[in-house]
Every structure is written in C-alpha cells, then in structure tokens.
C-alpha cells in the first residue's frame, strides 16, 4: 500500500507507504506545531496513507513545507545501502519539488 499527499489541485505526490510514513514522521518531529505533529504521527498509526495539504492551516503547510526541504539530507545520511534507495532519493526530490 502506498501513501498520497494532495498538495494543491491536480497537484499530488505519491510513495510507497514505508516512504510515505517516513516523511509524515519526520515532518512531525521537525515542525514546531503540536497539534499539527500529533496529525501527522495520527495519519501514520492508524495507516491512513493520505494527507490533504490544502486542508491544514496555511502555517502547518508552510511548516510542512520547510522540514521538506531537509529531508533528502536527514535520508541521505542515515538511510544505509539497501534496493531501491536510489529511487526513493529521487521521491524525496520529486516531494520537494512538488511543495516548492
């Protein structure tokens, strides 16, 4: 199963749903937003694969869109060789470029 953030109209971004909670994850540990950290981790534990940008709080979305700049690094440097990884650095990529 995999994992879909709508970011805007016709605009979407979708991963596999190990990459897809990894994301939620890590956003939630970086934004300083309780209540919108607390959303993400609940997306992930109920494995819900779905997050509708356009739906937060335009400061949560600008928060969101801040911890994803760092996100290819936080991968890069932690992730270890394994298949796929290569691929899954270019989701990070395509993410980011999809949020602006």
Known sequence: MGGTIEVGPDV??????WLFDWVLSQVASEVSDAE???HLRGIVGENLGYLSLPEVKAQQRTQFRD???????IAG?????FDG???ALERLDALKECIG
């Open 36 to 38: 919108f950290a607390g």
């Open 85 to 87: 990884r290569d691929g």
């Open 67 to 73: 911890a994803v700049q760092g996100l290819r690094s």
């Open 77 to 81: 440097g932690t992730w270890r060789d």
């Open 12 to 17: 979407t971004w979708s991963a596999a749903g």
